[in-house]
């Protein structure tokens, strides 16, 4: 069969198949809040394209687009992504370097992204605004005066980010309160924690899903997901497909929720 007419074939199979998938998704309870843990750049660089890693860090970041556009699409209200762990500053200095680059345009970007503003999405960066680079800092403050006064949809991009410090750092803020008599220990509940940690005001993630084939969570979100829906795929994050997005929210879907009853 002549190539051109076998890709042919295949997209049309494709197309349909996910036509299908996205009208059975539709008909099913949305989740509001995903988050992803994005996973997987390097190896597909490496893996896939035969280039170097940081390559993948580049196809990385316009996969997240893509991502926010399909939540968008379904109008999920929340999409968390863990951008970049405390852990990774631990990285080759280069590819630190070149990812804090990536991720200052990346917030430029989406701060004047049309789809952004015509679906008021708020960008917003959780995670040690200490321990990131002037620049960083700036583009950050830069989304955030863009498009702070969103309330449609959020964008929260996890960077120097880490669940366990989230917790220490709530329960540091707590104490400090209750030492100056804004709160009573014996008022100190689940409830109270969650105002302090970094996604105040947010309800949790419904669908936590992980790309690369990792099956772990990496301290992220670690107060967050207690009842949170896990989901983990083989596919490296530059490579994940609208019909691997629509599976991971038809397996959300087939899910029943009993949040401990």
Not at 10 to 29: F, H, I, M, N, Q
Not at 36 to 52: F, H, P, T
Not at 183 to 194: G, P, R
């Amino acid at each position: 069969m002549n190539m051109d007419i076998k890709g042919m074939l295949t997209d049309r199979a494709y197309a349909t198949y996910d036509s299908g998938l996205e009208k059975e998704v539709r008909a099913g309870p949305m989740p509001q809040h995903i988050a992803v843990i994005m996973d997987g750049n390097r190896r597909y660089a490496e893996e896939v394209l035969g280039e170097a890693p940081l390559e993948g860090h580049k196809l990385g970041r316009e996969k997240l687009e893509e991502v926010l556009h399909w939540c968008l699409e379904l109008d999920i209200k929340i999409l968390t992504v863990y951008a970049f762990s405390m852990e990774n500053f631990k990285r080759d200095s280069d590819e630190v370097e070149y990812l804090m680059a990536l991720l200052e345009q990346s917030l430029y970007d989406f701060a004047e992204d049309e789809d952004v503003h015509a679906n008021r999405v708020a960008i917003k960066v959780i995670g040690e605004r200490s321990a990131l680079p002037e620049n960083v800092q700036k583009a950050m403050d830069y989304a955030y005066e863009r498009t702070g006064e969103y309330r449609d949809h959020i964008l929260n991009m996890a960077i120097a980010y880490g669940g366990r410090q989230d917790i220490a750092n709530a329960a540091r803020a707590i104490a400090q309160d209750v030492k100056d008599g804004k709160l009573d220990i014996d008022d100190i509940t689940e409830d109270t924690v969650s105002e302090y940690v970094s996604t105040t005001g947010m309800p949790d993630p419904d669908l936590v899903l992980r790309t690369s084939g990792e099956v772990r969570v990496s301290n992220f979100l670690l107060w967050q997901l207690a009842y949170s829906e896990l989901y983990f795929t083989d596919v490296y994050w530059p490579g994940f497909r609208h019909i691997d997005f629509l599976r991971a929210i038809r397996t959300y879907q087939r899910r029943t929720r009993r949040f401990g009853r």
